[in-house]
């Protein structure tokens, strides 16, 4: 998820994964979780361009549409991209 945004903590998941250059919305990202004692989350500031994770791994992908190539790099091949037009 780059970057982060509103409806991420409604996701159920066995990890979920957040990656975002902005360290505001990080560290907003981790309290929600903690207040919502959510323990499958990790959130790492990075590139959206450059996922720390390794290929074909998540099985589902919310982007804001960037870094298209870098997703596909990183979503299984039967996985699926929800691209957040929220304006985050």
């Known amino acids: 998820m780059a970057p982060l945004g509103p409806g991420w903590a409604e996701i159920p998941a066995e990890l979920l994964v957040g990656v975002s250059e902005d360290l505001e919305a990080i560290d907003a990202a981790r309290r929600l ?46 996985g699926r991209i929800q691209e957040c037009l929220s304006g985050y």
């Open 33 to 78: 979780a903690e207040s919502l004692e959510r323990t499958n989350c990790l959130f790492i500031q990075g590139s959206p361009d450059e996922i720390p994770w390794r290929d074909s791994f998540f099985d589902v992908v919310y982007t804001s549409g960037k870094s298209t190539a870098e997703i596909r790099r990183v979503i299984k091949p039967e």
